[in-house]
């Protein structure tokens, strides 16, 4: 059982550029989240997804989109990137309800110039 | 407003001392749920502790207790007899309904950073 993994775990983009960040899960959970983590901030909910084929935006959903085509996987979407993207960005999972504990990515570190 | 607030941005413990990180909570939502991570150096976000509104008793899970005052809307951290590897970032969490969905999510506080000494 690999949990939930991330992919990259770093990566260097230039202003406009876009990318997409990878997260995969094989606890069969129908949960998904991404959050982005700021220094002094703690955690953000960027986006989350209750089920394949459906997503929903979160507290901070601006300049993201995402896709959640198979329930094991859930795709962070950056179009334009910007300096203000620069974060870490953690994926997460978790059982129906979200009611309990989620089980996080090891997260992926962006850095936009 | 702040949902979560854990007001110590820095804590120090020595070596098998007791250590207690404070939570408050904002809610008025009679169902909702309290969780702590341990965030070590290496970033990956650890379960520790959950502790759900209608728990009777405070959760404990090993050397980590939670000191749950729901008049109070506190949700404390305790660590017993402190380890090296207990030094970390420690996130406070709170799992509520949104009103239009019900879709269940996690508030997370700012964090407190642990260091223990020798």
């Known amino acids: 059982n690999a949990g939930v993994t991330q992919t990259p775990k770093f990566r260097v983009l230039k202003t406009g550029q876009s990318m997409t960040l990878l997260c995969a899960q094989d606890?069969?959970?129908?949960?998904m989240y991404w959050y982005r983590q700021d220094p002094g901030m703690g955690l953000r909910l960027i986006h989350y997804?209750?089920?394949?084929?459906?997503?929903a935006k979160g507290e901070v959903p601006d300049g993201y989109n995402v896709s959640r085509l198979k329930k094991q996987n859930f795709l962070l979407g950056l179009e334009s990137a910007a300096p203000s993207q620069t974060s870490v960005y953690f994926c997460?999972?978790?059982?129906?309800?979200?009611?309990?504990?989620?089980?996080f990515g090891p997260g992926t570190r962006l850095t936009v110039t | 407003a702040q949902k979560i607030t854990q007001t110590q941005p820095g804590m120090f413990v020595q070596e098998k001392e007791a250590v207690t990180l404070d939570c408050t909570y904002d809610?008025?939502?009679?169902?909702?749920?309290l969780f702590w991570y341990k965030q070590p150096s290496s970033g990956e976000m650890i379960f520790l502790i959950y502790q759900g509104s209608y728990d009777q008793q405070n959760a404990t899970e090993g050397r980590y207790s939670l000191n749950f005052q729901k008049a109070r809307k506190s949700a404390n951290l305790v660590i017993s007899a402190s380890q090296l590897g207990d030094s970390a970032m420690y996130f406070c969490?709170?799992?509520?309904?949104?009103?239009?969905?019900?879709?269940?999510?996690?508030?997370f506080g700012t964090g407190t950073r642990l260091l223990v000494s020798p």
């Open positions: 969490a709170m799992r509520e309904g949104e009103r239009n969905t019900g879709f269940q999510k996690l508030v």
């Open positions: 809610t008025s939502d009679p169902s909702y749920g």
């Open positions: 997804s209750v089920g394949e084929g459906t997503t």
């Open positions: 997460a999972s978790g059982p129906v309800g979200g009611a309990y504990e989620q089980y």
């Open positions: 606890m069969n959970h129908e949960y």
